[in-house]
Nanobody, 115 residues
């Protein structure tokens, strides 16, 4: 069974930084595209960034130059380094993988950016 577990969220002031981590299990991690999504109350979940199995990335315009995704294919983890955080980055952040045509999500980790 595929399982994704996020960690690393919290509260931070504007212009601060946080690093999120997602630990994967139950699949051959290195073969799959991994995503970070975020969602605020009343809004649709939006794609923040995607990383392919070979390390190619695709960022949402709103986070380009501030967020960096990386993956560790030995420890089966994907990371999201978030710098220069803004209040509008406040959301629940979710790790995602599409495995055998099914969507798997982590439980989410809350990021709050506020002074």
């Amino acid at each position: 069974q595929v399982r994704l577990v996020e960690s690393g969220g919290g509260s931070v002031q504007p212009r601060g930084s946080l690093r999120l981590s997602c630990a994967a299990s139950g699949m051959n991690f290195r073969l799959y595209v991994m995503d970070w999504y975020r969602q605020t109350i009343g809004q649709q979940r939006e794609l923040v960034v995607r990383i392919t199995s070979y390390g190619g990335t695709n960022y949402a315009d709103s986070v380009k130059g501030r967020f960096t995704i990386a993956r560790d294919n030995v420890r089966w983890r994907v990371f999201l380094q978030m710098n220069s955080l803004r209040p509008e980055d406040t959301a629940a952040y979710y790790c995602h993988v599409k495995y055998r045509d099914l969507d798997f999500w982590g439980q989410g980790t809350q990021v709050t950016v506020s002074s």
